[in-house]
Nanobody, 112 residues
Framework: QVQLVESGGGLVQPGGSLRLSCTAS????????MGWYRQAPGKQRELVTT???????YYVESVKGRFTISRDNARNTVHLQMNSLKPEDTAVYFC??????WGQGTQVTVSS
């Protein structure tokens, strides 16, 4: 069945880095644009970044220059490299195959 499984979340100090991964199965990964969303406590889920089937990327203003999305079609995986993390980046991060499926989410906590 269609499945997205995220990994790589955790607790990190401000200024630190984390790398999230999302592995897909059950559909043709290379046919879909992929995205990362996040949801902080008490807030709505928001788009963070997307990558198209051709590799074109989009970033929300608040993460530009700090986050990098990439995809590995051979491994059906999309990554999110997060650098210079801030406390306001704390949220559950969700992988999305746009128009197809959602992952279960992985917690990212930025705190000293």
């Amino acid at each position: 069945q269609v499945q997205l499984v995220e990994s790589g979340g955790g607790l990190v100090q401000p200024g630190g880095s984390l790398r999230l991964s999302c592995t897909a199965s059950g559909f043709i990964f290379s046919d879909y644009s992929m995205g990362w969303y996040r949801q902080a406590p008490g807030k709505q889920r928001e788009l963070v970044t997307t990558i198209s089937v051709k590799g074109t990327t989009y970033y929300v203003e608040s993460v530009k220059g700090r986050f990098t999305i990439s995809r590995d079609n051979a491994r059906n995986t999309v990554h999110l490299q997060m650098n210079s993390l801030k406390p306001e980046d704390t949220a559950v991060y969700f992988c999305n195959a746009i128009g197809k499926a959602w992952g279960q989410g992985t917690q990212v906590t930025v705190s000293s």
